[in-house]
């Protein structure tokens, strides 16, 4: 079965410090890889999407993720982390020949503590 | 551009009465997705909308049902309400299309209460 596992439902993190969300995927076909962010009583916001090409993306609020094929793995990153980063972190996946609806991992809270 | 807007922001049912939601896609987006969010099963599909058809369906009842406007607006229905309905229900929408690729933009979400 096609699916997305965040593995850490939470994640602290000191203010200043580098900060990493992990994700990991299982598909049979090319993956489609996003990110996005959920802050308290709010919809989602897209942070970065991988489709081909460099495995280093760059996205907003300067974050990135490193899409690693044989790890099968899609990690988001940030070098120096900010109290206002502290939110629900989704990753999210389509695979080529699936249906587009995305399928999303089960979250990671970040807290990034002062 | 203005973003995805959803209204009612928040609503409060009683069991067994029915409900709809409404969510207006960003400008020239023609795919209008709608997930279902609660704590304990996360975020799930619940249908997509494309010109006016409806191209996928998730594993919801059929109490679960939408349409598309001409102007790519959407509604959802939810009849006979159960409790286990309540939950953050978010639009996304996207250029549409045949590419799994474009990004999938988010309202902020309706957040339904059934008591």
């Known amino acids: 079965a096609q699916s997305v596992a965040q593995p850490e439902d939470q994640v602290n993190v000191a203010e200043g410090n580098p900060l990493t969300v992990k994700c990991t995927y299982s598909?049979?076909?090319?993956?489609?890889l996003f990110w996005y962010v959920q802050y308290p009583n709010r919809g989602l916001q897209f942070l970065l999407k991988y489709i081909t090409g460099d495995n280093l993306v760059k996205g907003s609020y300067g974050f990135e993720a490193e899409f690693n094929k044989s790890q099968t793995s899609f990690h988001l990153k940030k070098p120096s982390a900010l109290v206002s980063d502290s939110a629900l972190y989704f990753c999210?996946?389509?695979?080529?020949?699936?249906?587009?609806?995305?399928?999303f991992g089960s979250g990671t809270q970040l807290t990034v503590l002062p | 551009k203005a973003g995805v807007t959803q209204t009612p922001r928040y609503l409060i049912k009683t069991r067994g009465q029915q409900v709809t939601l409404s969510c207006s896609p960003i400008?020239?987006?023609?795919?209008v997705s709608w997930y279902q969010q609660t704590p304990g099963q996360g975020l799930q599909f619940l249908f997509e909308y494309f010109s006016e058809t409806q191209r996928n369906k998730g594993n919801f009842p059929g109490r679960f049902s939408g349409r598309q406007f001409s102007n790519s607006r959407s509604e959802m229905n939810v009849s006979t309400l159960e409790l286990g309905d309540s939950a953050l229900y978010l639009c996304?929408?996207?250029?549409?299309?045949?590419?799994?690729?474009?990004?999938?933009?988010f309202g902020p979400g309706t957040r339904l209460t059934v008591l």
């Open positions: 400008s020239g987006h023609r795919s």
């Open positions: 598909v049979s076909g090319n993956p489609y």
């Open positions: 999210a996946v389509r695979f080529s020949g699936s249906a587009r609806q995305l399928t």
């Open positions: 996304a929408s996207s250029l549409g299309g045949v590419t799994l690729t474009d990004t999938q933009y």
